[in-house]
């Protein structure tokens, strides 16, 4: 059974730094990501790797520049580096696993993706 286990969430000021881990567990996973979703709106996408293909990545433009995913090998955690954040990235951040590969758009579809963690508050004050 496939886990992931999020971290590294808290109370920032805007224009400061947070780190997000995500631990993966129990299956082998072609694309990790990261959503986020605010108070009274759907889910989004944030950000993606591509763990078989040269660690390709993919971000929303609302994040480009600010934010990196990164991740060292399969057996270690994916990371959200999180930089100059913004009141507006005030949100609970979801890692996610895809057994399959995706880039680009094909990322944003949440029903592509195959596993889900548990999600981890992020709170950024103006």
């Known amino acids: 059974q496939a886990q992931l286990v999020e971290s590294g969430g808290g109370l920032v000021q805007a224009g400061g730094s947070l780190r997000l881990s995500c631990a993966a567990s129990g299956g082998t996973f072609r694309t990790m990501g990261w959503f986020r979703q605010a108070p009274g709106k759907e889910r989004e996408f944030v950000a993606a790797?591509?763990?078989?293909?040269?660690?390709?990545?993919t971000y929303a433009d609302s994040v480009k520049g600010r934010f990196t995913i990164s991740r060292d090998n399969a057996k270690n955690p994916v990371y959200l580096q999180m930089n100059s954040l913004k009141p507006e990235d005030t949100a609970v951040y979801y890692c996610?696993?895809?057994?399959?590969?995706?880039?680009?758009?094909?990322?944003?579809?949440?029903?592509?993706?195959?596993?889900w963690g548990q999600g981890t508050q992020v709170t950024v004050s103006s």
């Open positions: 790797i591509n763990t078989w293909s040269g660690g390709s990545t």
């Open positions: 996610a696993a895809d057994k399959s590969y995706c880039s680009g758009n094909g990322c944003y579809d949440l029903q592509r993706w195959d596993y």
